[in-house]
């Protein structure tokens, strides 16, 4: 009889807001693994948080970012040595070097989960001695791991050049599969006329994901309400924005919602929004989870023309890929989507039809192999 293997996962960032560690650790004890799943949050929680198979450590995030990650460090170090598991995944970029050395003297496997170009984030972007600084630390480390995971083909195909490795395994940020989905009423929660399109955004509120641009569209638009399901260190600036443009009670923000519920509130909505910029390699990748949820919650996706989300948006005809550069482009088709229902319903059936397909269970029944 095979041993039960145990899992330990490592992440900067709350777990429970995140898709991906959400649907893998799940489907992992499915195949009967003891999961344990380690997080970190300054944004949402002040209190710390500990159960059997999550713990989440509220830190403090100063104006000194050293202090931060020295904390962070101490924590994920304290946690580790203590920890017992066959397999160590490292979630992103700053858990991989402490992951990777404990893993190692514990003679366990490692598994990183390259989320992004870590080298060429958008707040690197005019900073080349902290890309080369991050550079060299994930290429030393990136060779003493057992397998490197990554969102797309695009990543895979960057990451395995840069570092001279191989055999990157993409695994997609893909939502469960639902075939009914409760949805909030969003129009009563929020009292939205009937009338108003409502444009959801979903994630981290960051410079870079076209929030900007979104704003000042919803402000030449009056028939539509945006709504921000998500937290993050720009929200006040947008906040100040919508006032500027005296529409803040046209732009919601609805704060972080706990990743089991988000779908049934996304689901409230009309249209889907990742309007990501082209500021970085990182960016110019993207394939974010936010695109296949909104798919499986129904909704028509307004999306960038970034080759990875345009491949998914037109395969599958399920809304429309535009250059973001110019607000201009972003109201053309919001406007033509206000007076277009039938397009729109169109975009919808095809979306049902899409989820079949693009779906956390068909995603981790091609790679379950090669995890565990």
């Given at each position: 009889m095979e041993r039960i293997k145990k899992i330990h996962i490592s992440f900067l960032g709350n777990p429970r807001f995140d898709s991906r560690i959400t649907n893998l650790s799940n489907s992992l004890r499915e195949d009967g693994c003891i999961v344990s799943v380690l997080g970190f949050d300054w944004f949402i929680s002040s209190e710390d948080y500990s159960g059997e198979e999550l713990?989440?450590?509220?830190?403090?995030?100063?104006?000194?970012?050293?202090?931060?990650?020295?904390?962070?460090?101490?924590?994920?170090?304290?946690?580790?040595?203590?920890?017992?598991?066959?397999?160590?995944?490292?979630?992103?970029?700053?858990?991989?070097?402490?992951?990777?050395?404990?893993?190692?003297i514990k003679k366990a496997k490692v598994y990183y989960n390259s989320r992004e170009i870590y080298a060429h984030l958008g707040g690197l972007r005019n900073r080349p001695t902290l890309q080369n600084i991050v550079k060299s630390i994930e290429k030393y480390f990136i060779k003493k791991v057992d397998l490197v995971l990554t969102t797309g083909l695009l990543d895979s195909e960057y990451i395995e050049k840069l570092y001279k490795i191989s055999d990157t395994l993409v695994v997609r940020n893909i939502p469960l599969y639902q075939k009914t989905?409760?949805?909030?009423?969003?129009?009563?929660?929020?009292?939205?006329?009937?009338?108003?399109?409502?444009?959801?955004?979903?994630?981290?509120?960051?410079?870079?994901?076209?929030?900007?641009?979104?704003?000042?569209?919803?402000?030449?638009?009056?028939?539509t309400v945006l709504i921000i399901f998500g937290d993050g260190e720009k929200k006040n600036n947008f906040i100040e924005l919508a006032s500027k443009l005296n529409i803040s009670d046209r732009v919601i923000f609805a704060g972080s919602i706990d990743q089991k519920e988000l779908i049934n509130y996304t689901a409230g909505g009309d249209v889907g929004l990742s309007l990501i910029e082209n500021i970085s390699i990182s960016y110019y990748h993207a394939l974010p989870n936010k695109l296949f949820e909104y798919i499986m919650a129904g909704l028509p996706v307004l999306c960038s023309d970034l080759p990875q989300m345009k491949a998914i948006i037109e395969k599958y005809n399920v809304g429309e890929s535009i250059n973001i550069d110019n607000d201009e482009n972003i109201f053309s088709i919001l406007n033509k989507w206000c007076g277009n229902p039938n397009l729109l319903d169109t975009y919808r059936i095809n979306c049902v039809m899409a989820a079949k397909e693009l779906n956390w269970q068909e995603e981790y029944e091609r790679v379950r192999s090669k995890l565990i």
């Open positions: 713990k989440i450590f509220a830190i403090k995030k100063g104006k000194v970012s050293l202090f931060f990650y020295l904390q962070f460090a101490f924590i994920l170090i304290s946690e580790l040595v203590r920890s017992n598991a066959d397999i160590y995944f490292a979630e992103d970029l700053y858990t991989l070097p402490f992951v990777t050395t404990i893993a190692k989905i409760p949805k909030i009423d969003l129009r009563k929660k929020y009292q939205i006329d009937q009338d108003k399109l409502i444009l959801i955004y979903q994630g981290v509120v960051l410079s870079g994901r076209g929030l900007k641009q979104i704003i000042n569209t919803v402000a030449k638009l009056p028939k």
